[in-house]
């Protein structure tokens, strides 16, 4: 097992964390977790049911506050006392969560710009440009072949494939450079599976980063380019694709589940 | 324009049973209904209902309900004319309504979002304290403000424009145009409709969900304030149950309206039609030589009918 050292890698990290620990009501949910992330790479972030993956990544998008533990964006350390969703996304973080976080009843341009609309200066939306993005962003990343989608749809009216769609097109439109997907593709069909892997390659490909976090071991060993095995807290194996078999990576898994 | 349709298909249909009731009104008793009289005393009484179903929408919109705000309206009410009564001055007493209207939705806002007990249910007790406190502080007697009648505050407030039309209407469409702009097109509405709709996918986006509710609770203790102000002034007094009859028609103009009460969507549009829809049926009633008896009645009757045709329409059956 080889950490990533920054050695081999000439530029800065994109994002950085340093002993990161959380506890909710008494639980360690997360205890010193450290890692870097670089640009242009995927990590796939692994782990069992209750591993803290979904604290931590809450943690870097800006919805929980750690109680110890420090962040890089940049090389530039983060303020966890403002940090919060807003900046992360003026850092360029964007996560696709694993809870619904559209508004069903809502048309899409609403749901695409929520929490960072176009306002002129008496703060009355721009809705024309609002829309006209939506559509792009239909166009581009949901795919209308011959659906009646537009930009005055409602959410509830979407497939589930759409709706992710809908929630990544909105990341990537944003200029991510870091992009977090928990558990992108648990309710998608295969197709919509394979738009949601070009999608991370696309962004690999413009130099953004990619967080995902699958229980499918098979597709974050096909996607990824470094794998971080979460347990109880705790980082308990980082391996680059080339150190490690997929077998390799599900067995490490089993024996860390049988452990219990 | 289908989808234009199809967007609208509420505010349409609305204003078509608002267009049928009148016909049938007109068809009924048409000395009363096709002379601009009976539309002018319209004008004088409705706006109250209307703005305050309008403020109380955008609250319905986040999801939340303030059963409140009749006695919110007494306790303002009482601090306008104590006030005016005291100093002389009505400006003054205005500013005073607005602050304890504002406090007292302050007060809901922070017993439903910091401490967490349900609006509904938060509501109901402060509105047993306010109705309870401006009966005690009043010592359970009216106050006469017929003095304030020919002062340039009254005609400010509810004047007759070239002595005809009662101001009260342009304060209401005031705030119909203010609140749709608000609701429609300001980040703020997007706020509220997404609060409504799913919090945790508000907060999940950066909304500051906390702030967005207590906002609209301090908004809807000021309107009602405002209205308490107008209500006195119209009437030239103040009296310890002031408020205490619009409650259900304010609901009922805002689910006649097409606002859903699960939050996420409304229209003000829609509530201020259901607010006229309320406010007409008893002259209709009554002008058609009926007993007054059958406006509870017809209330009932489009109320349960409205809500349901919603329902089916928005498939809200669990």
């Known amino acids: 097992m080889m950490m990533t050292g920054s050695c081999d890698q000439a530029s800065v990290p994109i994002l950085s964390l340093r002993n990161i620990c959380k506890r909710f009501s008494g639980t360690q949910v997360l205890n010193d977790v450290s890692f870097d992330i670089f640009a242009g790479e995927t990590i796939g972030l692994l782990g069992d049911n209750g591993a803290g993956k979904s604290t931590l990544i809450k943690i870097l998008a800006g919805v929980h506050r750690p109680d110890s533990g420090e962040m890089d964006v940049d090389g530039q350390p983060v303020d966890f006392a403002t940090y919060a969703i807003g900046r992360a996304r003026n850092y360029g973080i964007e996560t696709v969560f694993q809870e619904n976080s559209l508004g069903e009843q809502q048309p899409l341009w609403r749901n695409i710009f929520v929490g960072r609309e176009l306002p002129n200066r008496f703060g009355l939306l721009k809705i024309g440009e609002q829309k006209k993005v939506t559509m792009q962003i239909l166009r581009k990343y949901v795919g209308l072949q011959g659906k009646a989608i537009n930009a005055d749809s409602r959410v509830s009216t979407l497939s589930g494939g759409e709706r992710q769609g809908v929630t990544i097109g909105r990341a990537m439109y944003f200029n991510a450079r870091l992009v977090i997907l928990d558990e992108p593709t648990t309710a998608l069909s295969l197709g919509e599976v394979g738009r949601v892997l070009n999608f991370i390659r696309q962004l690999n490909c413009q130099g953004s980063a990619c967080i995902f976090i699958s229980h499918n071991v098979g597709q974050i060993y096909q996607i990824a380019d470094r794998f971080i095995i979460l347990d109880r807290g705790q980082v308990m194996g980082e391996y680059r694709k080339n150190e490690i078999a997929a077998d390799q990576l599900s067995n490490h898994l089993l024996q860390l589940h049988n452990q219990v | ?318």
């Open chain 2, 1 to 318: 324009m289908n989808s234009l349709l199809k967007e609208y298909h509420l505010q349409l249909g609305i204003t078509v049973l608002l267009g049928c009731l009148l016909a049938l009104f007109a068809l009924l008793s048409p000395q009363t209904f096709l002379n601009g009289r009976i539309y002018l005393s319209f004008l004088s009484t409705i706006p109250f209902v209307a703005i305050l179903a309008l403020g109380l929408t955008l609250l319905v919109v986040a999801g939340e309900l303030d059963l409140s705000f009749p006695s919110v309206m007494a306790m303002s009410g009482f601090a306008f004319v104590e006030s005016y009564l005291h100093t002389g001055s009505p400006w003054f007493g205005f500013a005073l309504a607005l602050a304890t209207g504002g406090l007292a939705g302050l007060i809901n806002g922070l017993i439903v979002v910091k401490v967490g007990v349900p609006s509904i249910i938060a509501t109901i007790g402060t509105q047993f304290f306010w109705r309870g406190m401006s009966a005690l502080l009043a010592a359970g007697l009216a106050r006469n403000i017929a003095v304030l009648r020919d002062s340039s505050f009254h005609h400010f407030f509810v004047g007759r424009l070239d002595g005809i039309i009662p101001v009260q209407a342009f304060w209401c469409l005031g705030f119909a145009i203010l609140f749709s702009l608000l609701l429609n097109r300001h980040v703020m509405g997007g706020n509220i409709l997404f609060v409504g709709d799913n919090i945790r996918a508000a907060r999940l986006n950066g909304i500051n969900t906390d702030r967005v509710r207590l906002l609209l609770f301090v908004m809807m203790g000021l309107v009602s304030a405002f209205v308490a102000v107008l209500i006195s002034l119209e009437m030239g007094n103040w009296w310890p149950t002031q408020g205490e009859g619009y409650l259900l028609l304010v609901f009922a103009a805002i689910f006649i309206g097409g606002t859903s009460v699960y939050g996420g969507r409304g229209t003000l549009y829609g509530t201020l039609i259901g607010a006229v829809i309320i406010g007409i049926i008893e002259a209709g009633i009554i002008s058609a030589g009926y007993s007054g008896f059958w406006t509870r009645v017809i209330h009932g009757f489009i109320i349960v009918a409205s809500v349901s045709i919603y329902a089916l329409i928005f498939r809200t059956r669990r």
